[in-house]
């Protein structure tokens, strides 16, 4: 919200009638002198103009040229020059991308060499990662079958299912089994008929994905196929990744996802055949190993042992060049740590400006990075800061939720939190918090097993805009946050500039304040005040 402007008032001072000569001679003496006084005001008016411009420029450097805080010196010009450069990156490909098989390598490469040249040391810290490929897209089958009456139903992929990605490739026919239970446990099976297709419930969040499928396979299931229950009846047939926290924890057979309305056609028509209804699936995919990287640049100042992970993954999806997603937290990353060089600031904490790789896919960079350290190293980690999609068309300004974090470390996370809605105060934006899902790549720091501090910032992906979250940011409410989120729309057109700015001021002020602690993790602990 801009400052209420206070116009300057200019009274008219007219001329007075005059009924009489000597009135008029008092008159042209009176007005002579006048003259000479509005002469002398206006010359006084234009000296204060002066003296007043003089300093608005003045306080102008001092806000950016003369300042020492890092939230002065970013500039969102500069990260848009950079997302145009990751754009053009990914227009080399058909379709434009920036995936771990199409564009990441050159756009990796030449953040290195811009930090590099920028006096950071830049490690590149390679890994091995699945990639699936479905090589008959829209040509899945997925057919039922009642033998009693002759009849065939024949499923539309895309509307009523999809192929799960890193679903097994093969052709199974078979009758078709509900696993009742969460499918989580050997016990939910026991029951199961080998080589039969196993109907599972999608929506159950008691294990994940890759645990239900790689149970069932386990169980001897030819085919897995998972249903939306009736709390998500108004989605479409999911897609979501089937994989597990190694690369080689993958599933050999198909795996299929549905609507509830499918789900429910299917749980009908198998009460109707007494429990024999047979069903067709094909599929053919392919899962191959590749080796992809992150890249990690280190300031050379900064304590050794209370080092912050300032990170953004750097992946897209392979439908799309991946601008917002994640090109708008990468730019943004590459941005702060330039303006941090430029300015010459020495952080009192080491930062670790961290590019992953393969989020897309699991957050396989991310939790690489911290698998890979031992103890000490893990321990020499004060906090983990993460932006992902931080420019999205129709958004809002997300603050995570840090008192969502487990309790071991929720007062860090909860002191992180707050710098950001300070700053967001600061200039009179609202803000939402948002739930700390562990969704990004801030998820492995925050994991029980690892309990590293973080916080993080989001303008929002494919969560629809409600109508209040309209009223208060504008936009168009029952539509995407953004309407581009993995798809190829997701260029450098679909980047709302002036949240963007925001977001970045926010995200450098967080860091200015948490790098320049003499006893960060003091702070931390609610046992220090800002410096």
């Known amino acids: 919200m801009s400052e209420e402007k206070i116009p300057l008032t200019f009274v008219d001072h007219s001329t007075p009638e005059s009924s009489s000569s000597y009135a008029s001679g008092i008159y042209r003496r009176n007005t002579r002198r006048r003259t000479m006084f ?20 003045a306080l102008g450097l001092s806000n950016d040229e003369s300042s020492t805080k890092l939230y002065d010196k970013v500039k969102v010009e500069n990260a848009m020059d950079t997302l145009q450069l990751l754009q053009n990156v990914a227009n080399e490909y058909d379709p434009p991308s920036r995936s771990i098989l199409t564009g990441y390598n050159q756009s990796a490469d030449m953040i290195a060499e811009k930090l590099e040249s920028s006096g950071y040391n830049v490690t590149l810290q390679y890994f091995e990662v699945p990639v699936y490929s479905n090589l008959a897209e829209g040509e899945a089958s997925f057919t039922s079958t009642y033998s009693d009456i002759n009849f065939v139903w024949i499923f539309l992929e895309g509307s009523e299912y999809s192929v799960m990605r890193y679903s097994g490739s093969g052709i199974v026919d078979g009758i078709i089994q509900l696993v009742n239970g969460s499918a989580c446990s050997e016990e939910d099976f026991e029951d199961f008929i080998p080589g039969a297709v196993a109907l599972l419930d999608y929506s159950n969040t008691d294990c994940s994905l890759f645990d239900k499928a790689s149970n069932a396979a386990l169980s ?22 089937i994989y597990g926290d190694e690369p080689e924890d993958t599933v050999s057979v198909p795996v299929l996802g549905t609507t509830y309305q499918l789900g429910k056609k299917l749980l009908d028509l198998i009460v109707l055949s007494e429990y024999s209804l047979t069903v067709h699936i094909e599929t053919t995919t392919s899962i191959t190993m590749a080796t992809t990287y992150n890249v990690l640049a280190s300031t050379v100042d900064g304590k050794e042992d209370s080092i912050i992970v300032f990170g953004s993954h750097l992946d897209s999806v392979p439908a ?3 601008i917002n997603d994640n090109g708008s937290g990468s730019a943004a990353n590459v941005e702060i740590a330039l303006a941090l060089s430029r300015a010459g600031l020495q952080p009192k904490n080491k930062i670790v400006f961290a590019f992953w790789g393969a989020e897309e896919i699991g957050l396989r960079g991310s939790r690489y990075y911290v698998d890979s350290l031992s103890e000490d190293e893990l321990d020499d980690i004060a906090l983990n800061l993460n932006f ?31 710098l950001f809605e300070e700053r967001f105060k600061q200039k009179r934006l609202p803000y939402t918090i948002l739930p700390f899902s562990g969704r990004s790549d801030y998820g492995p720091f ?5 309990s590293i501090p973080a916080g993080a910032l989001a303008t929002g992906a494919d969560a629809i805009k409600d109508v209040n979250q309209r009223n208060t940011y504008g936009g168009f409410a029952n539509v995407p946050l953004d309407t581009c989120y993995h798809q190829s729309c997701d260029t450098v057109d679909n980047i709302d500039r002036p949240v963007y700015e925001q977001m970045m001021d926010a995200a450098a002020y967080a860091l200015q304040v948490l790098m320049m602690q003499d006893d960060l993790r003091a702070y931390l602990n609610n046992n220090s005040t800002i410096s």
């Open 388 to 418: 992902d999609m931080i420019a999205s068309p129709n958004y809002i300004r997300g603050v995570y939720n840090g008192s969502g974090a487990d309790e071991i470390i929720r007062t860090q996370c909860t002191v992180i939190q707050n």
């Open 320 to 322: 799309g060049p991946g």
């Open 446 to 450: 925050i994991d029980p097993a690892i």
């Open 220 to 241: 001897q299931a030819s085919a897995v196929v998972m249903m939306r229950n009736e709390s998500q009846a108004e989605l479409g047939p999911p897609s979501s990744q």
């Open 38 to 57: 509005y002469v002398l005001v206006a010359i006084c008016l234009l000296a204060c103009i002066g003296i007043g411009l003089a300093v608005g420029l």
